[in-house]
């Protein structure tokens, strides 16, 4: 089997993860975390949200999130759903916005209070202006293979959401397993048909594990050509409006089962296991 020599880990966990908190995590706390992931070597890490802090009031700190990274000389990922958060991680310097749009319409609207259709029309505002900013800009599809109050999730609802995107200039799409409910053989389907139907776009693996699948969904992207997978520091996390879904795919297991198979991720394993201890002891 051909594998690639190396692949992208963004850790997404201060921000996937701690969003499903019970508690607020203190932002001290939080700053020590990305610090220690920091340091094991992370490209990327997304360390903050711009959401409502009604929403998702574990990630109301997000201005002071952004400003620490900054410092820390991190490139890191922050959400923007809306112009009213863009303009909150302007002013905080941030350097990769990510938007979120769901495939499925009800989980869109109890996520972003808006129609998938208003959320796109939307997204395209962000954009432009994150364009005139030299903003990279992610764009997250949620729900891609099943949704908790829809169902079967077709290979057409998600690829309106990634034409659109695509349209209007989005650096790299994630594809979200939002509940953790795919397989494999799913997985590799559609990671083959949106590279296929999108041959220059970069496209990112996001998968929660609820049912223990992650891994295997992971190595299902891989052999789709996939090479930028998002998880989660010592699994934590989930989706605070997708019911039962659990933390992404842990990133101390991904980056030992690259490792194992040769596959280059640049993370010092060592300074790894010090941030997942450091993360276990804050849920
Ligand atoms: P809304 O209430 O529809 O917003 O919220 P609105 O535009 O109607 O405005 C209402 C008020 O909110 C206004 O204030 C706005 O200024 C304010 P007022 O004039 O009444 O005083 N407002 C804001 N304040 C701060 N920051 C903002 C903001 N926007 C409006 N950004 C909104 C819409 C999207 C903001 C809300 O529904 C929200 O915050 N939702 C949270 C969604 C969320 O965080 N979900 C979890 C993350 S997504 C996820 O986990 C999936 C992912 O991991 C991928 C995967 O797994 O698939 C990414
Ligand atoms: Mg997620």
């Known amino acids: ?3 690639p020599k190396q692949v992208e880990i963004i850790e997404v966990g201060p921000r996937d993860g701690l ?15 990305v610090e220690r992931l920091a340091q094991a070597g992370f490209s990327r890490i997304e360390t903050a949200s711009f959401v409502h802090p009604k929403a998702v009031p574990q990630m109301k700190d997000a201005p002071e999130m952004a400003v620490y990274s900054r410092e820390l000389g991190l490139t890191f990922l922050a959400l923007t759903p ?7 991680a302007i002013e905080a310097g941030v350097p990769q916005i990510a938007v979120f749009v769901g495939a499925s319409e009800t989980f869109n609207e109890k996520n972003i209070n808006r129609s998938i259709a208003d959320s796109l029309a939307e997204c395209a505002e962000v954009f432009k202006k994150a364009k005139q900013h030299h903003i990279f ?5 949620s729900m891609c293979f099943s949704c908790p109050y829809e169902g079967v999730i077709t290979y057409e609802q998600v690829k309106r959401i990634v034409s ?5 200039g989005v650096d790299e799409i994630s594809i979200g397993d939002t509940n953790g409910q795919a397989n494999p053989k799913i997985v590799h389907e559609r990671f083959s ?12 693996a996001h998968f929660h594990d609820t049912n223990g699948f992650a891994y295997a969904n992971f190595f ?36 030992q089962l690259f490792s194992e198979m040769g596959i280059e991720t640049g993370i010092d ?6 941030a997942v201890l450091f993360a276990k002891r804050l849920k």
């Open 269 to 274: 394993e060592v300074k790894l296991k010090e």
């Open 220 to 255: 299902a992207a891989l052999r789709a050509g996939v090479t930028k997978f998002d998880s989660s520091v010592a699994g934590l996390g989930g989706c605070p409006f997708s019911p039962g879904a659990t933390g992404n795919v842990a990133t101390e297991k991904v980056v």
């Open 82 to 88: 809306n112009q009213k958060a863009l303009t909150r």
């Open 164 to 168: 659109h995107f695509v349209a209007h």
């Open 193 to 204: 048909q949106l590279s296929a139907d999108f041959p220059e776009m970069t496209f990112v």
């Open 1 to 3: 089997m051909q594998f």
């Open 19 to 33: 969003q499903n908190e019970k508690n607020f995590v203190p932002t001290e706390q939080k700053k020590q975390l």
């Open 137 to 141: 800009i992610r764009g997250y599809v």
